[in-house]
């Protein structure tokens, strides 16, 4: 006999719309990745999901990951030799996974919103 999984939250809203709402709604959740009740707490918590991005972007963060990956292993040796200073080492660094975390951003993460309400 299967159990039904343990959710986390645990109070059910049913909300009315109309036919041009529904499908609306259909197209902005099967473009996001995200189930109706996702997308609506995302929205609840001023986040606008944004679509899911192209295959192509994966390809691209999983390449620019193992090229972070051998700069890493680069880095490695030349510090042991003493050809980088470390310091040159981290700014590199850190520009590598800035670029990450800002095409991650702009990609991938909802979008906030500011309802006038809310200090964030």
Known sequence: MK???????QSPV????????????????????YSKSAY???LLNLSVPKPKPPIEYHLFMRHLSAVGNNLNQIAKVANAFGIVKPEEWEQISLELKTLILEIRRDFQLPERMNDGNHKD
Do not use: D, M, W
């Open 3 to 9: 159990t039904k999984p343990i959710r986390s939250s």
């Open 40 to 42: 609506f707490r995302s």
């Open 14 to 33: 049913r909300v009315y719309l109309s036919k041009e709402e529904h499908l609306r709604l259909n197209r902005l959740c099967q473009a996001s990745g």
